[in-house]
């Protein structure tokens, strides 16, 4: 009985840690995006990857 309690609180403890590490690297992605498109603008530059994210309506 012990013994699942103490692995039912490791893997929760793990899931745990998962879901942090996954949400930080979120937003460490987003935060690089907004920095690159705020450095391409300060460039006068075009974001190329731009048109690739668009989405038609079909």
């Keep these: 009985m012990q ?4 692995l039912g609180l ?6 745990v840690a998962v879901l ?3 949400l930080e690297d979120r937003r460490s992605a987003k935060r690089a995006a907004l920095q690159r498109k705020a ?3 300060r460039l006068g530059e075009v974001d190329p990857l731009a ?3 668009l989405r038609a309506d079909r």
């Design 20 to 22: 942090v590490v996954v």
């Design 51 to 53: 048109p690739g994210r």
């Design 39 to 41: 450095r391409l603008a």
């Design 3 to 6: 013994l699942a309690i103490v």
């Design 10 to 15: 490791v893997a929760l403890v793990l899931a």
